[in-house]
């Protein structure tokens, strides 16, 4: 409890979280810290308040079709931590394991029929998400002023190839790739724009299980469309390229 | 109702249904936020899509460590400052918050237990008592992500008030929540 403390402790926690301690006072915090555990918990409570600022704000609603964007979105891909047998196995191996042990077979049927339906419910949003894509790169090709950057593989991706296309004004871009290899977890690919040689993170995706990318991406601020690259990163949330490089744009 | 946790657990088992239901929770949470500090409908409208897909393409939030209130707010705060500064040096958020965030489960607590809507109420409610130069202060760091000289020199104010009244908000908040977030 912050009462437990002295005023002149509590300030320096305040100050600590809000990140505005002098040099003095964050040597002496630091000290203080190592000693204390209890000071951990406090800071960490102090945090909770900041964190919770937000919901002060006026009630803004967001626009009404983006929980439908986002679950579309969120459909076409498979997302990394499913059990790896939900999307792997092969349907025939799933589907009939009557002749071998029966009791066995059962709970395996049991299980595959989960499986199954959650595959078809996949596959039958995976089909609507890619329509609405598909549908909306057709409308896309048909402005006059739409162009194509390509997208070549490399190194362990050297088969991989795609496309970006982009209409100047439209707020999106859809990516298109194939050939990718199929990423373990915790492994992403990571779409660079690359301006002036730097390179700034675009957006993470994802393949599907064929290696195939077909997703709308954001538009940058930027407009001029740079040059383009893709890393496989392990962190969701990368500031700079630390994994190999597998595709590059042949501008 | 489901937890939020429990919520995060089956959309981590591929339903999308329930990342359906978090939206339903969180949205507005996360626009409100986007659009308060950039200020942009549609940069806040593709951040909101940004931070569900990231809690969509999972290992990154642990429910252990901290209130998925907690991880959508200073996620979306993080990554919505990055992009004011944009050219500025991105903070390896995800590691900053596991670090933050006390390791230990505990138990729920009633602001955890209330409605986003009840949540927010609350919380107005205790943002309104603090003096108005503490709120504003404290908005000033929270939201445009300015260091407390940056302040100082906004307000023309002595940068040692400015230290003051942060931290005193800071403290007076939380002892305007403490029963609520303890």
């Known amino acids: 409890m912050t009462e437990s403390f002295s005023p002149e402790m509590q300030e320096l926690l305040a100050g600590y979280v809000l990140g505005n301690l002098s040099s003095t006072e964050a040597e002496q915090f630091s000290q203080l810290l190592a000693n204390n555990p209890a000071l951990a918990a406090e800071v960490a409570q102090l945090q909770k308040i900041l964190e919770v600022m937000p919901y002060g704000l006026p009630e803004v609603a967001p626009p009404e ?29 799933v589907l009939f394991p009557w002749s071998r042990l029966v009791a066995a077979a059962a709970a395996c049927l049991a299980l595959a029929i989960g499986i199954d339906n959650y595959r078809i419910r996949q596959q039958v949003a995976n ?14 090709l048909q402005q006059p002023n739409t162009y194509l950057v390509s997208m070549k593989g490399m ?6 190839s795609g496309s970006i296309v982009i209409t100047p004004g439209e707020p999106k871009a859809v990516l298109i790739l194939q050939n990718l290899p199929i990423l373990p977890p915790g492994r992403y690919y990571q779409l660079w724009s ?30 001029e469309v740079p040059a383009l690259m893709v890393t496989v990163e392990t962190s969701p949330t990368p500031n700079t390229p630390a994994g190999p490089m597998v595709m590059t744009s042949t501008l | 109702m489901p937890t939020d946790t ?3 657990q089956r959309m981590q088992a591929g339903q999308s249904a329930a990342l359906g239901l978090l939206y339903d929770r969180y ?23 940004e931070i569900f897909l990231i809690l969509w393409r999972g290992n990154n ?7 998925l209130g907690g991880f959508l707010t200073t996620l979306t705060r993080s990554r919505a400052i990055d992009k004011l500064r944009s050219r500025g040096s991105n903070l390896k958020f995800i590691q900053r918050w596991s670090q933050m965030m006390a390791a ?11 409605s986003v809507a009840q949540r927010s109420q609350y919380i107005r409610q205790a943002l309104s008592t603090l003096p108005e130069k503490q709120q504003q202060v404290l908005e000033m760091a929270y939201y445009d992500g300015l260091s407390q000289s940056e302040i100082a020199a906004k307000l023309n104010i002595p940068l040692g008030t400015i230290k003051t009244w942060s931290r005193q908000g800071l403290l007076n908040l939380r002892k305007n929540l403490q029963n609520f977030i303890e």
């Open chain 1, 194 to 223: 690359v301006i002036h040689g730097q390179k700034i993170p675009w957006e993470q995706f994802k393949t599907n299980e064929r290696g195939t990318v077909f997703i709308k991406l954001d538009i940058p601020s930027y407009s």
């Open chain 1, 127 to 140: 089909l609507e998400a890619q329509v609405a894509r598909q549908k909306d790169v057709i409308a896309m």
């Open chain 2, 61 to 67: 939030y642990n429910p252990e460590r901290g209130s």
């Open chain 2, 27 to 49: 949205a507005s949470l996360v626009y409100r936020l986007a659009l308060r500090i950039l200020g942009n409908p549609q940069e806040a409208e593709d951040l909101t899509q």
């Open chain 1, 65 to 93: 079709n983006l929980r439908e964007h986002i679950l579309a979105i969120a459909d076409s891909e498979i997302p990394s931590n499913l059990p790896i047998s939900a999307h792997s196995h092969p349907r025939s191996k």
């Open chain 2, 104 to 114: 230990e489960t505990s138990p729920p607590t009633p602001f955890e237990l209330a």
């Open chain 1, 155 to 160: 190194a362990e991706a050297s088969t991989a």
């Open chain 2, 6 to 8: 429990e919520l995060f």
